[in-house]
């Protein structure tokens, strides 16, 4: 990705995450554990996927990109206007799961340090995870 994509794609990102309040969608709304994760736009501009992740779980991400699609063109107005943009890029919506992903990998961590701290794993022995 070059240079004019990769801020391009932060700016776009930075846009969406700041009118995700200003949406009446409830799927959007509704989900206060909302967060866009990453935008990629193509080396040409045309072109943005927006992945979108809920701390609620992929489901709820899922719903939530049916509301961004629904939102789309007000999006890509409010893009246009505070990047001066003629031509904004097509925005494609995809749920993604890195949050609730995320979230487990930290139970994980939380539950191997607290058998840590119960002394269940002697100095020198090394734990087993079931992964």
Known sequence: ???KAGRMSE??????SGKIRDLKDPRIS???????VRCDVAGDGSFCKVYVSSFEGYEKAKEAVKGFESASGFLKREISNVLGLR????LKFI???SMEHSAQISEKLKSIAAKLDNGEAADGDEMQTDD
């Open 30 to 36: 509704g989900n206060g554990m909302l967060t866009i």
């Open 87 to 90: 031509k904004c890029p097509e």
């Open 95 to 97: 749920a993604d799961d």
């Open 1 to 3: 990705m070059g240079h």
């Open 11 to 16: 700016d776009i990102k930075r846009i969406i």
